[in-house]
């Protein structure tokens, strides 16, 4: 939690700008290999669903360009996440913090049918602690989400791949993928 708070702190005063916040509620998959074996002699799979709500604190929309055609911004969002594990019979609550690093693309009266649409490619390291014995997870994932328009509500998607270890010093390597409906950060001004 503390750590959240420092990203938030020092990426707002580093960058100067005015963030917001943007929420967003997805539902994910998860299957975990670990490196203990059945009696076969195979890594021992787990398979998980789950649902997790994040917050991130996301600079203004890049704004449209002028005339038809495309543009790109970048940005720094520092995140915090809560959400659960479930698995057979059992829930984990999970809570954490990342930074995705975003390549942000406008597209003004774009393709065939000359859509205005927004769109954030990224790249997110996140660290959480999971369940009672708050053991640690370590994610990797690319991501994108999709507004139309001047449409503050985005719907996107991860994949990436996960690092655990148990409480019984078991470590395990797994693979994520997740969708999600969130809401951002409106534009600042309207598009021309």
Known sequence: MKLGLILVALTGTAHGDERGAAVSVGGLGQLDVSDRTDEF???????????????????????YPIVRGLRAGGA?????????????????????????????LVQREGGWFRVNSRSSLYL??????????????????????????????RFGFEVGMTARRTDGMEDRAGAIVQVYLGYGPPPTAPSR
Request: net charge negative; glycine share 14%; proline share 10%.
């Open 41 to 63: 002699g195979d890594p021992e799979i787990e398979a998980y669903s789950g649902v997790r709500a994040t917050i991130g604190w996301e600079p203004p929309p890049t704004p």
């Open 76 to 104: 720094i969002v520092p995140e915090l996440l809560v959400g659960a594990l479930l698995h057979e019979s059992t829930t984990e609550l999970l809570f954490g913090a990342g930074l995705r690093a975003e390549l942000r």
């Open 124 to 153: 997110a390291a996140r660290g959480m602690l999971v369940g009672k014995d708050r053991e640690v997870v370590l994610e990797g994932v690319f991501g994108d989400h999709l507004s139309p328009g001047d449409s503050p509500v």
